[in-house]
C-alpha cells in the first residue's frame, strides 16, 4: 500500500490483485494451522503440499460439475486427509521414522499416485461449491471468514482442552509426558490427522478457487515449505513444545504482505523470495538470540 | 512403629549377563526417611524402577499397605501414590508451573474444557507447603526459574499426585549448599506429613542429616541395614567393602609444590573483580563458593570462553591473554566441564574417538587423520590404560561407561596435550564413591607430574579432602584463603560473606 502510493502506482491496487493475494494466503493459512500442529509436537509433514494436490482433483472429478455431488466430494478429501494423517502420524511414532523422511516419501508417494491419473485439470466444480472461494458475507470473503474462525478453533484446543495441553507436553519432553500418563504415541497420529485434514481443506479451497482441481497446484504453491516458514516466523519452535496459532497467522500475514507489496511495486519475484528468505532467517535468529538472553 | 507403606521382599531381577539384583528386601514407613546408599551400579536404580513399574521383577513381591501389587507400567504406580523424583527432571521449561503439576490430569470444568481458575488455586495450596512458596508464580514458565526452585516444583507435583511414597533419585546434585539447605527442609516437611520417603544420596553429610534408617546395597546385595543412623565410616564401608582412610590422595608436600604455574594479578572482566591468584606446580587449588560467586566464570575466563577484560595472567611466567578456548588450550590449559554429558563428551562416538577429541581438533587440517604427531591412537590407547578404564573396548559408545569412567576419558583427552594447568569443574559429581576416590588420585597424581591444578567443586567436604589450599570466592571475587585442613564452617563463612562483618 505505501509502495503504491509512494510510487503512484494506485492502478495495482485493484481488487483482483488482492483477491488474487488473498486466495494464496488463505490456502497457506489453512495448510500452516495444521502443520503448527505437528510442529508443536515436534513432527513436522511434508506431504501438505501433494495432498492439497490430490484433494483438490479428487474434489474436481467427484463433483464433475454436478452439486448434488458436493457432499461426497467434500467427505471424500476429508477422509483422504485422515488417512494420510494417520499413516503419517503412524509411521512417525510406531514405526519411529524421521517425521522429515516418513513424510517425504508419503509426498512423494501421492505425487507419484496423482501423476499416474492425470497430468492437468481435471473434472469441474460447480457454481454452488465456487462460492467457498468467491463467496462473500456482507462483504468479507466466506474464505476469510472461514480462517479466522479455523484459526479460532485450533486456539480454543491448543489453549483450553486437555488434548492441547498433551500436545504441548508430547512436543516438550516426550518422556516427561509418557511418565505422566499421556499416550504420546496417540497424539502424535492426532496432530498428523489434523495437519492432513487442513491440507485436505486448503485443497478444496483452491480446487473451489481454480474452478477446478490439477495434480501441480500443491507443488507450484510450495505449500510444504511455506507452510513450515510460516509457522516457524511465528516463534512456534521446530523442535516443540513452544508456540500456537496467533504466531503462525502472523507470519501469513508477513508472507502475504510482502507479496502484495511486491506485486504493487511491480518488482520482479527474484527480490521477493529474496526477502522472505531473509525474513526467515532473521525471524529464527531473533528468536534464538531473545532465548539465550532469557536464560543467561 | 507404624505398619511399612511399602514392602519389597525378596526381589531379584537378571539382566541379560548380569546378576542386577538378588533377594533384595526393603521397606519403608510413613513420616520416614529411609536412605537407599550404594556405588554406581549397586541396583539402586534398578529396585527403584521395580517400584516404579518400569521394570519386572524376575521373583519376589512388592506390597503396598499390606497387599501385593503388580505394576505394569510407570503410570500405575503412580496413580497408586508412589512418585520418583529423578535427576533429569521431567518437567516441560515451556510450560507454566501450574502447567506443569496437573500435567496428564488437568481438572475439567464446563464442556470438558480445563479449568484453569482450579488448576491455579490448587498449585498455590500444594506450593504453600514449601518454604520457596514465595517466589514461584503458577503462570510462570518453569524454564524462567531456577535449578532448585524447578525441583521443588517436580516436589510440589508429586505432592498434588497425592503421593504416599517420594523417590528422590540424588536430588542435591545440582545444588548449592544453601539450595540444599532448603531441600532438607522442604523433606522434614513432607516427613511431618507423614510421607514415606526413599532418598538416594552418596553424600553421607545428607544421609547423616536427613535419614532415619540406611539399607546399604552393594552388588546387588543388602550390604548392611541400619535401623538407627549408624556414623558415616560404617555406611561408607558398608558400601565400598574397605575403609575410607585412604580415600583421599594425601596432600602435597612441601618439596612436591614448584614454581607457580599460573599467576593472575587484577583480572577482571563483567562476572569478575580484583582476581588475583596463583596456582603452583604440583599443587591442587580448590575454588569453593555458592552458586553464582564466580567460580566457573573464573574458569572460563582463563580458558578463554568469556576472557578477562583487564588484568594480567601469566602462564609458566610468560604473559597470556587468551580470547578463546583453543588458544587456552594450545597454552597449555585443560578443563574438564561441570556437565559431562553436554559439554564433556561426544556420547554417540566411541571411548577412544573421545580421548581424541582435543589432540585431533589441533592437527593439521589434511593430515591423515589415523596417525600423526597429534593424533596417535596407540597412544591413546596407552593413556586410556593407564587411566584404568573399564569398557569393553576402547571402541565402545563412551555413553555405555559410567560416569567415573566418562570423566577418566575426558582427563585421558587432556593429558594427551601435556597441559601445565588442568581446571576440573565438579569432577566427582554423580560418580561413585571408589570412583571418586579414583579421580581423587588421578589428580594427585597429575600434580605430582608438576601441573598445576585448579579445581571447582560444590562439594565442601570434598574441596576440604582433595585440595591443598582453598580459595573461597563470593560475588566474583576471591574473598578468602584457607591452607589445607580448614573445616566447613570457616569455609562457608567466608563464602556467605560472614567474614567480613567478623573481621
Not at chain 1, 516457524?232 to 503462525?248: C, N, P, Q
Not at chain 2, 539399607?215 to 546387588?220: A, H, N
Request: charged share 20%.
Amino acid at each position: 500500500m505505501v509502495i503504491a502510493v509512494a510510487t503512484n502506482q494506485t492502478q495495482y491496487l485493484s481488487l483482483e490483485n488482492l483477491i488474487a493475494i488473498l486466495g494464496r494466503s488463505i490456502a497457506l493459512g489453512i495448510t500452516a494451522i495444521g502443520q503448527t500442529f505437528v510442529i508443536l509436537v515436534a513432527s513436522i509433514d511434508l506431504s501438505v503440499a501433494s495432498l492439497i494436490s490430490a484433494t483438490s482433483v479428487l474434489a474436481s472429478v467427484i463433483m464433475d460439475g454436478a452439486p448434488a455431488m458436493i457432499v461426497p466430494a467434500v467427505l471424500a478429501c476429508l477422509l483422504l486427509g485422515a488417512f494420510v494423517g494417520v499413516l503419517n502420524g503412524l509411521i512417525v511414532s510406531a514405526l519411529k521414522v524421521n517425521p522429515l523422511i516418513a513424510t517425504l516419501g508419503m509426498s512423494l508417494i501421492i505425487q507419484g499416485c496423482l501423476s499416474a491419473f492425470v497430468s492437468n485439470f481435471a473434472g469441474s466444480v460447480p457454481e454452488a461449491f465456487q462460492i467457498f472461494a468467491y463467496g462473500q458475507i456482507g462483504g468479507v470473503p466466506v474464505a476469510l471468514v472461514f480462517l479466522v474462525l479455523l484459526a479460532l478453533l485450533a486456539w480454543g484446543i491448543l489453549r483450553f482442552t486437555k488434548f492441547g495441553s498433551d500436545i504441548y507436553a508430547a512436543g516438550g519432553n516426550d518422556e516427561a509426558a509418557r511418565f505422566a500418563g499421556i499416550k504420546t504415541g496417540r497424539i502424535v497420529v492426532l496432530t498428523h490427522v489434523i495437519c492432513s485434514v487442513c491440507a485436505a481443506i486448503a485443497g478444496l479451497y483452491l480446487a473451489s478457487r481454480l474452478r477446478s482441481g490439477a495434480p501441480w497446484i500443491g507443488a507450484d504453491g510450495v505449500y510444504d515449505l511455506e507452510s513450515i516458514a510460516v509457522v516457524v516466523i511465528g516463534g512456534t519452535v521446530l523442535a516443540g513444545g513452544r508456540g500456537g496459532i496467533w504466531g503462525t497467522m502472523a507470519g501469513m500475514l508477513i508472507f502475504s504482505l510482502i507479496d502484495s507489496a511486491f506485486n504493487i511495486a511491480g518488482v520482479d519475484s527474484f527480490a521477493k523470495q529474496v526477502l522472505r528468505g531473509i525474513i526467515i532467517v532473521a525471524a529464527v535468529a531473533f528468536y534464538a538470540i531473545r532465548s539465550k538472553r532469557i536464560v543467561a | 512403629m507404624t505398619e511399612p507403606v511399602i514392602e519389597m521382599e525378596g526381589i531379584s531381577k537378571s539382566f541379560p549377563g548380569v546378576r542386577a539384583l538378588s533377594d533384595v528386601s526393603f521397606d519403608v514407613r510413613p513420616g520416614e526417611v529411609q536412605a537407599l546408599v550404594g556405588e554406581n551400579g549397586a541396583g539402586k536404580s534398578t529396585l527403584i524402577k521395580i517400584l516404579s513399574g518400569v521394570y519386572h521383577a524376575d521373583a519376589g513381591t512388592v506390597r503396598m499397605h499390606g497387599k501385593a501389587v503388580h505394576f505394569t507400567h510407570p503410570v500405575d504406580s503412580l496413580k497408586s501414590g508412589i512418585a520418583v523424583i529423578y535427576q533429569e527432571f521431567s518437567l516441560l521449561p515451556e510450560r507454566t508451573v501450574a502447567q506443569n503439576l496437573f500435567l496428564g490430569r488437568e481438572p475439567r470444568g464446563r464442556f470438558g474444557l480445563i479449568d484453569t481458575a482450579r488448576m491455579r488455586r490448587e498449585t498455590r495450596d500444594v506450593l504453600a507447603l514449601f518454604a520457596a512458596a514465595g517466589r514461584i508464580d503458577p503462570d510462570q514458565t518453569v524454564g524462567s526459574l531456577d535449578v532448585a526452585t524447578q525441583q521443588v516444583v517436580e516436589i510440589a507435583k508429586a505432592v498434588s499426585t497425592g503421593a504416599r511414597v517420594i523417590v528422590m533419585d540424588e536430588p542435591t546434585a545440582a545444588l548449592n549448599e544453601a539450595e540444599c539447605e532448603e531441600l532438607f527442609e522442604t523433606v522434614d516437611t513432607l516427613r511431618e506429613r507423614g510421607v514415606a520417603i526413599i532418598y538416594i544420596s552418596h553424600r553421607m553429610r545428607e544421609i547423616t542429616r536427613l535419614a532415619d534408617r540406611v539399607t546399604v546395597l552393594k552388588d546387588g546385595e543388602i550390604a548392611a541395614r541400619f535401623d538407627d543412623l549408624p556414623p558415616p565410616d560404617a555406611i561408607v564401608r558398608a558400601m565400598v567393602g574397605r575403609d575410607i582412610a585412604d580415600f583421599y590422595a594425601p596432600p602435597a608436600t612441601e618439596a612436591e609444590i614448584g614454581a607457580p604455574v599460573l599467576t593472575v594479578r587484577g583480572a577482571g572482566n563483567d562476572r569478575l573483580d580484583g582476581i588475583d591468584l596463583d596456582v603452583r606446580a604440583g599443587e591442587i587449588v580448590g575454588l569453593a563458593g555458592i552458586q553464582g560467586a564466580g567460580r566457573v566464570a573464573l574458569a572460563m575466563a582463563l580458558f578463554g570462553h568469556a576472557p578477562f577484560t583487564h588484568g594480567e595472567v601469566t602462564l609458566d611466567g610468560a604473559p597470556v591473554a587468551f580470547k578463546t578456548p583453543r588458544e587456552a588450550i594450545r597454552g597449555g590449559i585443560g578443563l574438564l566441564p561441570g556437565d559431562r554429558k553436554s559439554e564433556g563428551l561426544v556420547l554417540m562416538q566411541s571411548v577412544r574417538d573421545n580421548g581424541m577429541l582435543t589432540s585431533r581438533a589441533f592437527a593439521p587440517l589434511w593430515g591423515r587423520a589415523k596417525r600423526n604427531r597429534h593424533t596417535d591412537e596407540t597412544a591413546m590407547d596407552g593413556l586410556l590404560d593407564a587411566m584404568e578404564i573399564r569398557a569393553a573396548s576402547y571402541d565402545q559408545e563412551i555413553r555405555g561407561l559410567s560416569g567415573g569412567n566418562q570423566q577418566k576419558a575426558i582427563v585421558a583427552r587432556w593429558l594427551s596435550m601435556r597441559p601445565r594447568l588442568l581446571i576440573f569443574i565438579e569432577p566427582t559429581r554423580g560418580i561413585d564413591v571408589n570412583a571418586k576416590a579414583g579421580i581423587y588420585h588421578l589428580m594427585r597424581d597429575l600434580a605430582r607430574d608438576g601441573a598445576g591444578i585448579l579445581m571447582i567443586s560444590s562439594d565442601l567436604p570434598e574441596v576440604i579432602g582433595a585440595a591443598d589450599r582453598i580459595l573461597v570466592m563470593q560475588n566474583g571475587k576471591i574473598a578468602a584463603e584457607f591452607p589445607h585442613g580448614a573445616t566447613e564452617p570457616q569455609i562457608m563463612h567466608a563464602a556467605t560473606g560472614e567474614t567480613e562483618v567478623a573481621a
